[in-house]
């Protein structure tokens, strides 16, 4: 055999050992490929089944309490100062008027003649509709402030000592007004804490009701109880409330309420961020700005009529011919009992809706009624307004039926009527 023979044999073989490790290789880069993903995916899958696990450990682990117990924390609760930031929802499902709507929630509460942007009575109504992020602190029954933050201006509502002011930045406006006596200022009673949602639901708590605490949970970093407010009936349009109650003070820190026909929550207010140390002093404070327009609460009202009554001392008109003071005479009749309540109210006037204008132009009773489902029955005809948590019927002869319940039950009270 030629030498050269042998040579050859073994560059041919040192050669396939080459390619084959080569192949080797390129198979190990390939399966690399393929390998990488499934472990990523299998770290991922590892980490979503954690979410619940460490969800639910972030749930404090508190003393066992009784729903009667955690309600009467609640009342016995005298959180004197506080300071924090308070984020609110509402979503009633009113229709998008492109911004209509709160201009006649606003409208609603002036009365007649020129307000002022900064009366706290229109702007804090603005709090029933979109999602807004409030400043609140508190130092006593004597010093209090609220500030609405929007999009490049605030509006803040102090009350301190015998004064309260309204500033709306916006406008560079301010409204004051000076209690009657020291240590009772105006009071205002548009919800905007926790606090204030939890005190109007737990006075209307009673055997139609359902109590219940539902485990533990953590708001703004406060250790909490949920309290669980379920109605017992069927009929009303309220699913379910949720009251966060703080451990330690017993001050409500979320308030949840869900609609019977579910979704999202009708209104959900809560802290972000919350102190219980006594704010600075000057937090109270307030000058009117340089050339801000003043506007005097006692003035506008004997003015302009938002209190009801005009310069003549004639009660002012209400929408379809009655009268501020005819409503406060007849007051109103409340059918049913707990959640199915419904308030009827008689205003005197024949015909169902306000006429007038909408927004400077239109018939407002068209307006209205476009918004509304007509219904007849034995109460004759009449139109139902809808949202997600409160409903009404006006009937053409003047009667007003409202109440957090739906349709059916409304018909039925007007037909009974």
């Known amino acids: 055999m030629a030498p050269y023979e042998s040579d050859d044999s073994t560059g041919a073989a040192q050669a396939e050992d080459e390619l084959r490790a080569e192949l080797r290789a ?13 472990a990523v995916v299998g770290v991922a899958a590892a980490t979503i089944g954690l979410v619940p696990a460490l969800a639910d450990s972030g749930d404090p682990d508190l003393p066992k309490i009784t729903a009667q117990e955690l309600i009467d924390k609640i009342a016995k609760s005298d ?14 499902g009113l229709p998008d008027l492109g911004g209509l709507e709160s201009s006649l929630l606003s409208g609603a509460t002036q009365g007649s003649g020129d307000g002022s942007s900064a009366d706290p009575t229109s702007k804090l109504t603005e709090l029933a509709s979109g999602t807004h992020t409030l400043r609140v602190a508190a130092d006593g029954p004597e010093k209090q402030k609220v500030s609405v933050l929007e999009s490049g201006a605030e509006y803040s509502l102090i009350h301190n000592g015998t004064d309260v002011w309204g500033y709306d930045s916006k406008s560079n406006e301010v409204y004051h007004s000076t209690a009657a006596d020291s240590g009772k200022a105006e009071q205002h009673e548009t919800p905007a804490t926790p ?23 953590q708001v703004a970093g406060r250790d909490a109880y949920r309290l669980v407010i379920k109605p017992k009936q069927s009929g009303t349009t309220v699913g379910a409330i949720s009251i966060a109650v703080d451990a330690k003070t017993g001050t409500p820190l979320k308030f949840t309420l869900t609609p019977s026909s579910g979704g999202a929550a009708v209104v959900d207010a809560g802290y972000t961020q919350v102190s219980f140390a006594k704010p600075a002093a000057s937090t109270f404070d307030f000058t009117p700005p340089k050339g801000a327009k003043v506007t005097e609460g006692d003035k506008a009202g004997k003015d302009s009529g938002t209190d009801g009554w005009d310069k003549g001392g004639k009660a002012s008109e209400v929408p379809g011919g009655g009268s501020a003071k005819d409503l406060d005479k007849s007051g109103f009749d409340v059918l049913g009992k707990g959640w199915n309540s419904i308030a009827v109210l008689d205003t005197g006037s024949k015909g169902g809706l306000p006429t007038g204008s909408a927004s400077g132009g239109g018939d407002l009773s068209g307006f209205l009624g476009s918004l509304g489902d007509p219904v007849s029955g034995k109460f004759g005809k009449g139109t139902v307004f809808s949202t997600r948590l409160i409903n009404a019927l006006i009937t053409d002869d003047g009667k007003v039926y409202v109440g957090a319940v739906d349709k059916a039950a409304l018909l039925k009270a007007a037909n009974a009527g």
């Open 195 to 217: 606090k204030d949602f939890a005190d109007e639901v737990l006075k209307s708590v009673d055997d139609t009701t359902s109590v219940t605490v539902d485990g533990t949970a």
């Open 79 to 92: 959180v004197q100062q506080l300071s924090g930031t308070v984020k609110i929802s509402t979503d009633l």
């Open 26 to 38: 390129e198979r190990r880069r390939k399966a690399a490929r393929y390998v990488v993903p499934v």
